[in-house]
């Protein structure tokens, strides 16, 4: 399958910093990447669809001021997540969608834990 | 919006059974996917379909898309240990996915 590298796998910081993630698509383009979360035992959760060159589709509930999204590139999506503060502390797992063909796949990054302290 | 259920929860086998799990929505789906999350790991994709009927297998693993395009199921033959974790199931169209709640295995030896 296609592969998704996703950096930093974990980050502490301080509350009121900000923290930016990587999303990079190593061997496909992809148009479209997305942002989940995951709280501890749960499912995922979109937050946003990012698209390249476009804005961001935030879904609802999820503040686009708080998380950014940049999709500057056909490979890479970085989310922001802004004057974090504890509550921010989560699992956040990028994807990458690959068309083959008809066929739309979403392959997944290795996740960030990041924890604010 | 649109839901998923996702079942069982969790399982608890020993090492060489077969393991089944299913996902059932109130909504049409163009897509079905199957992924295995492993603890601190992004999901990674076991078997995708993409036709009412479909059945296909990646190895022990057999999935297949529901007639009605509302459902589909995992199976998991002669289970081992590295089969642990959460299997998720997703439905989606063209853009987003719509994940189960996930199904917990474990495997004793």
């Known amino acids: 399958g296609a592969v998704v590298s996703q950096h930093p796998s974990r980050v502490i910081c301080k509350s009121g910093t900000s923290v930016k993630i990587e999303c990079r698509s190593l061997d496909f383009q992809a148009t479209t990447m997305f942002w989940y979360r995951q709280f501890p035992k749960q499912s995922l959760m979109l937050m946003a669809t990012?698209?390249?060159?476009?804005?961001?589709?935030?879904e609802q509930g999820v503040e686009k001021d708080k998380f950014l999204i940049n999709h500057a590139s056909l490979t890479l999506s970085t989310l922001t997540v802004t004057s974090a503060h504890p509550e921010d502390s989560s699992f956040y797992i990028c994807?990458?969608?690959?068309?083959?063909?008809?066929?739309?796949?979403?392959?997944f990054g290795a996740g960030t834990r990041l924890s604010v302290l | 919006g649109q839901q998923l259920n996702q079942n069982p929860q969790s399982m608890f086998i020993q090492e060489g059974e077969d393991v089944s799990m299913n996902c059932t929505s109130s909504?049409?789906?163009?897509?079905w996917l199957w992924y295995k999350q492993d603890p601190g790991e992004g999901p990674v994709l076991l078997i995708a379909l993409y036709k009412a009927g479909e059945l296909t297998s990646n190895g022990r693993l057999t999935a297949q898309f529901g007639i009605t395009r509302k459902d589909s199921f995992l199976n998991i033959s002669a289970s081992i240990p590295s089969d642990v974790g959460i299997y998720f199931c997703a439905g989606g169209g063209y853009n987003k996915l719509i994940f189960g709640a996930g199904t917990r295995l474990a495997v004793h030896p």
């Open positions: 909504s049409i789906f163009n897509t």
């Open positions: 994807s990458a969608r690959a068309s083959e063909g008809a066929k739309n796949i979403q392959y």
């Open positions: 990012s698209n390249e060159g476009s804005k961001a589709t935030y």
